[in-house]
């Protein structure tokens, strides 16, 4: 209680003030101290040497990153590791090699004037199964004749080609898919350039049908739509070819992912000249205009005396002036003049 007293009475705390010195002091003598050039000389070395250590462990955790579960690279795996940098590098000059000849092309087919094969607008819509429909296997989409969809419409996803559009209705469509029997799909080779019919066998893949160089076909190339029917557009993937023992067969792109999503793409206008409009503002030639005006020969006879040339010879007909006519005086009986 005494201390407790002294404290509320206002006495100069003597403990408190000594600490406080004593922290100053030392601190003067830290800094005077590192100020020493032997005792800087210590810290320097001690400094560099836990550096070189700190280095040390810094490589050895960069090494133990690249082994995995206490195994190190193998030679298989450097080597693969090149092959793919080499690959990403031709990759690359393949790429500006693409890039530099498309726009060389757009250019040669500007100056050359070359008519292009016209494409109409695509419809983005969304399909669905369909169950006891007329085909095996077909899809429903949610875009018909009031979004612009029309028969022969290819169907097209991220992937490639899904099928064509057989069937619209006002606000649906139906989608005949490449895996259906009654499917018939123009398609070529990208390497071989064979070219055959891409037929589906219900539901499980398609196979290529008839192809005109079997010998060709190199397998696991990409095979895309040639467009000869005139109702697909041309170069749409469809899949990569498969021996299947004496037969081709496609694994087919769309199969990659759930087909879901769809583009509905027109078909390039390829109308037969019977069915193609005339051409405006040309007039056609009549029989009338075809007929050449002939020249009016002499109506009376010539006489006897007369040359042969000059009876054959047409005379021009008379220039018609402003003033009228003379009369002509009838004819008279009995010779010219009317003489007896």
């Known amino acids: 209680m005494a201390w407790y007293?002294?404290?509320?009475?206002?006495e100069p705390r003597v403990g408190a003030r000594a600490v406080v010195v004593g922290?100053?002091?030392s601190m003067v003598g830290v800094l005077a101290i590192q100020t020493s050039t032997a005792v800087r000389g210590g810290i320097d070395a001690s400094r560099e040497s836990m550096d070189g250590v700190a280095a040390n462990l810094a490589n050895f955790s960069s090494g133990i990153t690249g082994w995995s579960f206490g195994f190190g690279r193998n030679p298989e795996d450097e080597a693969k590791i090149a092959e793919l940098e080499a690959r990403v590098r031709d990759l690359q000059r393949w790429k500006d090699l693409a890039?530099?000849?498309a726009l060389r092309m757009e250019r040669y087919e500007k100056l050359l004037d070359i008519v292009g094969e016209t494409q109409g607008q695509s419809v983005t819509a969304r399909v669905v199964a369909e169950e006891n429909g007329p085909f095996a296997a077909t899809r429903i989409a949610n875009a018909g004749?009031?979004?612009?969809?029309?028969?022969?419409?290819?169907?097209?996803n991220e992937n490639g080609l899904v099928g064509r559009v057989i069937r619209v209705g006002e606000y649906t469509s139906r989608i005949l898919l490449l895996t259906d029997f009654s499917s018939r799909i123009?398609?070529?080779?990208?390497?071989?350039?064979?070219?055959?019919?891409?037929?589906?066998?219900?539901?499980?893949?398609?196979?290529?049908?008839e192809p005109e160089t079997p010998d060709k076909i190199v397998p696991g190339e990409i095979w895309v739509t040639s467009g000869d029917d005139g109702k697909?557009?041309?170069g749409v993937r469809v899949g990569t070819a498969r021996k299947d023992g004496a037969n081709w067969r496609i694994d087919l792109a769309m199969e990659k992912a759930p087909v879901d999503f769809v583009r509905l793409v027109p078909p390039p206008d390829f109308a037969s000249p019977e069915t193609a409009p005339e051409l405006g503002g040309v007039e056609r030639n009549t029989d009338d205009s075809l007929k050449s005006v002939s020249v009016p020969l002499a109506s009376a006879a010539p006489t006897t005396g007369a040359p042969p040339a000059a009876a054959a010879t047409p005379r021009p007909p008379a220039a018609t002036t402003a003033a009228s006519p003379p009369a002509q005086q009838p004819a008279q009986p009995g010779g010219q003049g009317g003489a007896q």
């Open 232 to 234: 697909l557009p041309l």
């Open 23 to 25: 922290l100053g002091i």
């Open 145 to 156: 004749a009031a979004n612009g969809v029309r028969d022969g419409f290819a169907v097209v």
């Open 5 to 10: 007293g002294r404290r509320r009475s206002g």
């Open 186 to 209: 123009p398609v070529m080779g990208t390497l071989s350039g064979d070219r055959a019919l891409l037929v589906g066998d219900s539901g499980t893949g398609a196979q290529l049908l």
């Open 99 to 101: 890039e530099t000849m």
